[in-house]
């Protein structure tokens, strides 16, 4: 029986990895703890649901709501940031990190101290804090699985540790709800309209990110951190059907990529079983009646956000984690509709220009500037937005 815990247990990856629990044969899984933002109502189902041992949620003030709707479960209960980071140490043989943003970044390197294998969702932690990430990994022998669709693809058509025989990756990106857009119908975009994927079913943070590309760009931060190719050797291409999701093209003119129905089940079942497979009962992705599959250069003008994670990849010291935490701040303010689409952007890169590179070494100096890069960015949107 493998042990689970589930950080962000509530959310779009979090329900998907539980989705695959339930579907498994009786005794095959048992969850040590799930972990929530704020949704009591969400993670005490769950938490009575799967019969887990721990259920934490971060939000401080919800732990008397948390605790009243597990009276009697006799399962445990807690609260806060720190409990978050406790749940992360217990003891389970696989971690799923799926809490949206850098806030997940100190449970996931509480995971990894462990040295278990730990399931990463959260790319935002490998783009705040890349090298603190595998640090920790290496240090602990914990073993990091990529869950991202395009960097498990990666990781599965991966057949070299050789980095000068792989040419290039690939990732591919959908486009969002925004590929054919005209650049005025984006200036006037509601969150309602950017949190419409056309093809995946996510968070809204993240949809925000598809729609700008930002996630695009954080995913190019991403695959440089977790596979031996240089920034310049990582390619991005538009392609709408996301059937093929990620491709390693090598130095024997072979290209090997990863294909699938776009359903985040197959790569968190790919890293569930990891390094094994197990069956996943869902639509297979069916080419004949998929007809085409089509693959474009993204446009630098309308999605300026994968320009600026790559000058931001270049440029590395704390630009990374300044560019996450800009856009985090932006994409919240925006769906607060409180910034307008094109300026989250804008904001990122006037961030950016502030701050430039600055170097920055350690946990508490990057969570330190993460924190200055977000309010220097609420202040430049606010600038903006009163503009
Ligand atoms: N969804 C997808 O298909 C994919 C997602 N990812 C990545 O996975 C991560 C999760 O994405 P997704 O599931 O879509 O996001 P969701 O917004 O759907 O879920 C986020 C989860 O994190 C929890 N959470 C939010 N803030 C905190 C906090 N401060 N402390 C603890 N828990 C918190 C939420 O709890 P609550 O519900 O209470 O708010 C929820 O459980 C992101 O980093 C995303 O980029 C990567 C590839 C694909
Ligand atoms: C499912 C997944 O991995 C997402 O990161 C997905 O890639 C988002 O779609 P975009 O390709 O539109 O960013
Ligand atoms: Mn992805």
Redesign the pocket.
């Known amino acids: 029986m493998k042990r689970l815990t589930i950080?962000?247990?509530?959310?779009?990856?979090?329900?998907?990895t539980l989705a695959l629990v339930e579907a498994a044969p009786p005794g095959a899984y048992a969850v040590e703890a799930l972990?929530?933002?704020?949704?009591?109502t969400?993670?005490a189902a769950q938490a009575r649901q799967y019969d887990a041992r721990l259920a934490?949620?971060?939000?401080p003030s919800a732990y008397g709501a948390l605790k009243e709707a597990l009276a009697g479960s006799g399962i445990s209960v807690a609260a806060g940031?720190a409990a978050?980071v406790e749940a992360a140490t217990r003891p389970a043989d696989w971690t799923m990190a799926?809490?949206?943003?850098s806030?997940?970044l100190r449970?996931t390197l509480a995971a990894l101290a462990r040295g278990g294998t730990v399931a990463l969702?959260?790319?935002?932690?490998l783009v705040c804090a890349g090298e603190i990430v595998l640090a920790e990994a290496a240090r602990a022998g914990a073993t990091l699985l990529p869950?991202?669709?395009e960097h498990n693809a990666i990781f599965q058509a991966l057949d070299t540790k050789d980095p000068a025989l792989i040419e290039k990756i690939v990732l591919t990106a959908s486009g969002g709800p925004f590929r054919t857009a005209e650049l005025a119908t984006m200036r006037a975009a509601t969150p309602e309209q950017a949190v419409r994927h056309p093809v995946?079913?996510?968070?809204?943070?993240?949809?925000v990110?598809s729609a700008t590309m930002m996630?695009k760009g954080?995913e190019l931060i991403e695959a440089a951190r977790l596979f031996p190719v240089p920034e310049a050797r990582i390619e991005v291409l538009v392609h709408p059907q996301s059937a093929v999701h990620g491709m390693v093209q090598y130095a024997d003119g072979s290209i090997l990529a990863q294909l699938g129905t776009p359903d985040?089940r197959t790569?968190i079942a790919h890293c569930l079983a990891w390094p094994e497979r197990m069956p996943v009962t869902l639509p297979r992705l069916d080419l004949a009646t998929l007809g085409r599959l089509e693959f474009f250069a993204p446009d630098p003008v309308r999605f300026p956000a994968l320009r600026l994670a790559r000058e931001a990849l270049q440029a590395g010291a704390g630009a990374p984690t300044i560019l996450n935490a800009a856009n985090e701040a932006a994409v919240a303010l925006f769906l607060d509709r409180r910034l307008g689409f094109l300026d989250i952007a804008a904001v990122v890169e006037e961030t950016l220009g502030l701050f430039g590179a600055p170097d920055v070494s350690g946990l508490e100096a990057v969570l330190a500037l993460d924190d200055a890069a977000r309010a220097e960015a609420g202040r430049i949107a606010a600038r903006r937005a009163a503009a």
Do not use: F, H, Q
């Open positions: 950080l962000g247990s509530t959310g779009s990856i979090g329900r998907s972990v929530a933002g704020r949704d009591v969400a993670l934490v949620v971060a939000e940031p978050v799926a809490i949206v943003g806030a997940g449970s969702a959260n790319k935002e932690s869950v991202d669709s995946w079913s996510m968070g809204a943070k993240i949809s990110d996630n954080l985040m790569p």
